[in-house]
């Protein structure tokens, strides 16, 4: 196959989804015609018509809503919100429903939520938030992002499957990374990968994040630094053992994200390895992530969003610790 | 404000059924089709529904309850409403709806386990088409509105009834529902329980408009209709039924009632309601003033008013005896068991956990 | 769907200004109160502005912008509204309303900063009466209310204008806040710019309903004006905003127009959109229909035509100028400098840490 | 002063501002004539009129939203979430505009949103939430939560005071704790509280769970065991200096709410303290929590919550190890 984007691979994944299965729809703020302002369901709504993918009113709390009402009478929603700072409106039917429906009613519930997230994109305020952290706090959710077009393609498959609702992120600064795919490959949900072997810090990081993790471990090699690279790909559950496996062999972690450091996803990965990792560590788990200020104009995204030199910085440190 | 309104639809079914005051005609009375068997089920299902409401209410101040929020007086709603659906068509009731769901056949002592602190949902949603209860006001209507979406695109011939009550109209999810079902011209009839009250809050602070004619600006036909009379609400969600059925999309009732009781048992409402609005709204009992009507129609006799009374007496009491009877499910299975589907493995982890703690203790 | 509507209202006094089909009469039209230099100065607030959006169309294709969305085909509401209202009188725009503020004052190479990816804000709301730009559709307009709401607590007799597109509608927010201003009688007036799109969604695809008529349920008047002539809606706001001030509640005002370019510099129109229907509004070009109407009205000139348009044109050009030479404010100051008035010791603490990173870099 | 409840002196601080400052606004839904479903705000309309404390309409997004329009014309606005787990619908007004509105336009939002929280009262679905790391990963939010009358008082006047917004959690639970309030004693946003002294464990709790953290050190000390409590009562910003100096003297920590531990505040906590104190710690920081899963039926709440033996195992865990 030829090489793709990750945008073309979502496409690809979504597309195979409504072929292999009639109950999947997909709907949200210009999906249809326009195909998304993203292009991520371009050509979707010819190919399957205008029942199967469709333009809904402008409404995120009724998107999310009537995927609950659809999952109920069978059907597998794969709504998308259009861009991560939109999100909010339908916190409530996320919380109080789709993570807890099946709770109360034995039904099953399986949504996938499609959200852009992230920044360096330099767009206006809020189109580059990091909300993932509120998502894995929530019980009953389960939390993905890919960082690949593979694993764009085969995660976006296991969640569409899953039978539980999932919210799936999507690192929009990556629709455009590219790179051969194989859509037989299956990626479990639950399950993190080790991007970069390495041993002397492991360097946690997941969607948006992951390939500065990759620059920054390549950075380090050439001062013969090795740096581990785990991408975590689902956030809740959490992968803890392919984690430790590494902080076995490196003593040392960094966790890298692009939310506000303070109470971010970094914060459970950080408090879990200190906790399991209490008699390896060598030296305490650093935290990168955006500064704790609401995300500024895009001209100084740059600076507030961690960056291969912090990566590096914490790597040192974490190496000259003690 | 507005001095006058008008709001004809050709494609209104309901309209003709009622006087401008919402009054079920005479005439469209005479047509409804239900031999004296069904009017007889009609007041019979009030009374249980009734006393099984006044026995819930005991057993909430008898400590077995932790809440009870009483429907005293919206019966004709819950009774009317019920009758003319059909068995598959979904519910998506607010919290209120108990006696709907006895309608329905939803056991009630199983039901009041929610109540007991036993369970979220004791019912099983897809057997009773019954969704469960949502205590989030208003956030229930979007669910109604895309499962009716699911049943249009099923080509099913179901449809939906997604009751609220007056405040859930101010909720935004209440209007983005409302306008979805007029854009996707979904089967779904819209039964609002205007009750008068939002706990503490009268109809005159929680809307200076009108709710029946918020359905104009959605594009579909509304009505306000006395909804203290079993017959016009039976008549009215039965020709919505219909038409949503034909596929002429979505309609909203405005069915106007009273609250006659507290809004929850953890509620006061002397603090906030005059007396008087009790007096004036008593006079209009939806069961006294069915039963009248039956008896001058010589359709119910004092013989089979008591036997209905020994019926809902007994019900009431095996509904407590068996509500009281029932164990406890075990703490893991009530936690953890219903979260998940396909429960990741660190879920099940700290179940087990959680599970050996237990034993432990 | 429904054959008649007819909502007719005691207090509304806009209404007999405006045919059926929202177009202003002559009659009312005669007696706006304009003399020939207010009249010629909404015509050079067109041009100014639309020249003005054409420069920063340029300006975002030149790189100078990350972003711009066009309100070309949207002059005659963002000027009629404008001139309607007092200085003192606030606005709480969405993003489209760039005109808006030119009107009021505000700079607006100082407004680019914020396409440009400088400032989340670069005006100071109470200097200017208006508000920040709302990027999340219709979370705005709750705030309008709350502010207009401010008004009546404070006796003040500002008016509060509360603009939104078609889209906005579909969103809870809009509805809660309708609601909520028809409950406490609020000084606001609610302006919908209905250009027919939400960036792919067409009209028809929004709501099935009738913008306008939704006034109604919220318990006060709503009307739907063409939104290309800006007599007319200097003559719907001005009469909505002195009901207001005079203590008679909101008004909602549904001015229909076009949205003749793309939604923003990132849209591609032609993937969703007919050319024919661009040709259909080009003829209603609000400019050029006001200035045949200034023309025929001996009021306007060839010669003041082309003086206004030399002066839009120096002041496009000096507004590019203006913003390239703009400084780039210090990252701390950018990113930490507005969040918080009492800022927490932890807050500051990490501020100097950036700031000092940045020396050492 | 006579001694009063939690519930009274939230009362009389509301009534206090209202008479200090006549910017100072209550509303929220039934906190007029009823005064509230738990009678916080019980006879302030009568005192103060029906256009400074009112009832609104049933939405919560606009019970924000109105108050950042009302900020925005001189008030300081007090709305009321009736319960925890209702604050959800207004979640993109708090997220958006509460925590960013200065960011953008250099206007202050003195926002006070005040929200019962937590369970242990025997509720239905929805009414038993802690929803307070949501707020706590939001920058431009000050997040605080009394556990006492006094503070509850005094927090609540430094709260209406601030000129920024603070999300006021009140632990209903507690509401009717009982002890005298000095209303001159003044309690800044960002101090914590050292509830008990002691040199075995730090106990890091705040709001419902003080009370069984201090009931905790009382049957450890019973066992010679001594817990130093830690009560939090401002999130955010979180007073480390005062964690660290009860680490540094007990070198253990035990963290405790009754949110859900998986990426819950209690994570931020263990991830400061395993950073901060990496060489002082003599056992990995616990974190007790509520289960990770929904908040279940009242039956099962005080299994699904941290309790004292709970507490008593972390500590005497946390003693043992190594
Ligand atoms: C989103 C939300 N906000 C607040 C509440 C608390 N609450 C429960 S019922 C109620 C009033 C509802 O009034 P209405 O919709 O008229 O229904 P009724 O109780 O009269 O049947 C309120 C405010 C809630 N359950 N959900
Ligand atoms: C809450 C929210 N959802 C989605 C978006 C993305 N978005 C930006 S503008 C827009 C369409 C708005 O249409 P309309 O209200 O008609 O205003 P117009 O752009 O036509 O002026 C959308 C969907 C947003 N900004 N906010
Ligand atoms: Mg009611
Ligand atoms: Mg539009």
Same mark, same amino acid.
């Given at each position: ?13 979504l ?29 979707l ?15 995120e709390?009724?998107?999310v809503?009537?995927?609950?009402g659809l999952?109920?009478?069978?059907f ?40 852009p ?17 509120y998502f894995?706090h ?8 890919p ?35 194989d ?32 620059q ?16 975590l ?6 992968d ?20 506000p450091?303070?109470?971010?996803f ?57 | 404000?507005a ?15 009622f ?26 299902? $009030? ?15 008898q ?13 004709a709603?819950?009774?009317?409403? $019920? ?6 068509d ?7 709806e ?5 309608v329905r ?36 209507v979007?669910h109604?509105?895309?499962f009716a $979406? ?20 101010s ?40 709710i ?5 600006g ?22 919505a ?19 006659m ?27 006294a003033?069915?039963?009248?009507w ?16 020994d019926a ?10 068996r509500?009281?009877? $029932? ?34 203790s």
């Amino acid at each position: 196959m030829e090489p793709v984007t990750m945008a073309k691979a979502i496409n690809l994944s979504l597309r195979d989804a409504l072929t292999r299965d009639e109950n999947v729809l997909i709907f949200g703020e210009d999906v249809g015609a326009l195909g998304g302002v993203f292009r991520i369901t371009d050509g979707l709504q010819k190919a399957f018509g205008e029942e199967r993918v469709f333009d809904t009113p402008l409404a995120e709390s009724s998107i999310v809503g009537i995927a609950v009402g659809l999952a109920l009478r069978g059907f597998k929603p794969v709504p998308e919100i259009q861009f991560d700072g939109f999100i909010y409106p339908a916190f409530e039917q996320i919380v109080s429903h789709v993570a807890k429906y099946r709770n109360r009613s034995g039904v099953p519930l399986p949504i996938t939520i499609r959200v852009p997230f992230g920044g360096h994109i330099g767009a206006v305020e809020h189109h580059s938030e990091s909300p993932e952290a509120y998502f894995a706090h929530t019980a009953g959710l389960k939390v993905v992002t890919p960082s690949t077009p593979a694993d764009a393609y085969a995660l976006l498959q296991a969640a569409i499957d899953d039978p539980d609702p999932v919210i799936f992120f999507e690192p929009k600064a990556r629709y455009y990374l590219k790179e051969e795919i194989d859509t037989a490959a299956r990626v479990p949900i639950g399950k993190a990968r080790v991007a970069q072997e390495g041993s002397g810090v492991t360097v946690i990081a997941y969607g948006p994040t992951v390939s500065i993790a990759l620059q920054a471990a390549k950075t380090a090699a050439a001062e013969k630094i090795s740096l581990e690279v785990i991408d975590l790909r689902s956030l809740s559950p959490l992968d803890m053992d392919t984690v430790m496996a590494s902080v076995r062999k490196t003593h040392r972690a960094v966790v890298v994200h692009e939310a506000p450091v303070f109470c971010g996803f970094g914060a459970e990965v950080a408090a879990r390895i200190s906790h399991d990792a209490f008699d390896l560590l060598e030296a305490p788990v650093a935290r990168l992530g955006g500064l704790n200020a609401p995300y500024p104009p895009a001209r100084y995204e740059k600076l507030y969003l961690p960056d291969v030199d912090r990566i590096l910085q914490a790597a040192d440190a974490a190496l000259a610790y003690g | 404000m507005a001095d006058v309104v008008r709001v004809v639809a050709a494609d209104d079914p309901l309209r003709a059924l009622f006087s401008p005051a919402g009054e079920l005609t005479a005439e469209a009375r005479s047509r409804l089709g239900l031999d004296a068997a069904a009017l007889r089920e009609l007041y019979r299902n $009030m009374v249980l529904i009734r006393r099984a409401d006044q026995e819930a209410l005991n057993l909430q101040r008898q400590g077995e309850l932790g809440l009870w929020g009483q429907f005293l007086g919206q019966e004709a709603i819950h009774v009317g409403a $019920m009758t003319a659906l059909r068995a598959t068509d979904w519910v998506f009731p607010s919290y209120r709806e108990f006696g709907m769901a006895m309608v329905r056949g939803i056991d009630p002592a199983e039901m009041l386990t929610l109540f007991r602190g036993l369970s979220h949902g004791p019912w099983d949603p897809r057997r009773y088409h019954f969704a469960p209860l949502a205590i989030p006001v208003a956030t229930q209507v979007p669910h109604a509105v895309g499962f009716a $979406m699911g049943c249009r695109l099923k080509h099913g011939d179901e449809v939906v009834l997604s009751t609220f009550g007056d405040g859930a109209t101010s909720e935004g999810d209440w209007h983005e529902a409302m306008n979805f079902a007029g854009v996707f011209k979904t089967p779904v009839v819209f039964l609002c329980q205007n009750n008068y009250w939002a706990i503490s809050v009268p109809l005159s602070k929680q809307t200076a408009g009108s709710i029946a004619d918020r359905a104009l600006g959605y594009g579909f036909p509304g009505i306000r209709i006395d909804g203290n009379d079993v017959l016009g609400v039976y008549a009215a969600v039965a020709a919505a039924a219909d038409r949503a059925r034909q596929g002429d999309g979505p309609y909203l009732i405005e069915a106007v009632t009273y609250r006659m009781g507290a809004h929850t048992s953890s509620d006061d409402p002397t603090r906030y309601r005059p007396e008087s609005e009790l007096e004036a709204w008593n006079a209009k009992d939806p069961i006294a003033r069915y039963r009248a009507w039956l008896e001058q129609q010589g359709i119910i006799d004092e013989g089979t008013v008591a036997a209905i009374a020994d019926a809902a007496e007994s019900a009431a009491q095996a509904m407590r005896a068996r509500l009281t009877a $029932m164990p406890t499910p075990p703490p893991g299975e009530a936690i953890f068991g219903r979260v998940y589907s396909n429960p990741p493995e660190s879920f099940l982890r700290e179940r087990e956990e959680f599970e050996s703690s237990l034993e432990g203790s």
